[in-house]
């Protein structure tokens, strides 16, 4: 299983608009990607319901997991997104 481990970049913590585009991002890669509060029990990074359960606020540590093929460069790609904060969605996602 791949992992990154990363901390929130966005001050305000995954919610209503980051959560947005991370979600967005993560269904964009085209692999099943999960996200958890480190210790937490992972959630469909693709659901919008369920990363804003998460609850991770800024510069909290979170876990993104996958199995599938291709998820090291989709997991470095959300870990980027993550952890720099990016106001809107980059191509390259």
Known sequence: ?????VN???AEGL????????V??????????????AGGDPVNAASMLAVLGL???G??????ASEADGAEAALDRLA??????L?????TV
Request: glycine share 10%.
């Open 1 to 5: 299983m791949a992992e990154r481990r």
């Open 24 to 37: 967005r991002a993560a269904t964009a890669s085209g692999v099943p990607v999960t996200i958890a509060k």
């Open 87 to 91: 106001e809107e969605l980059p191509e």
């Open 59 to 64: 510069g909290e540590e979170i876990v993104l």
């Open 55 to 57: 609850g991770a606020q």
């Open 15 to 22: 919610h209503a608009r980051p959560a947005s585009i991370f």
């Open 80 to 85: 980027r997104l993550v952890a720099d904060g």
């Open 8 to 10: 929130v970049g966005w």
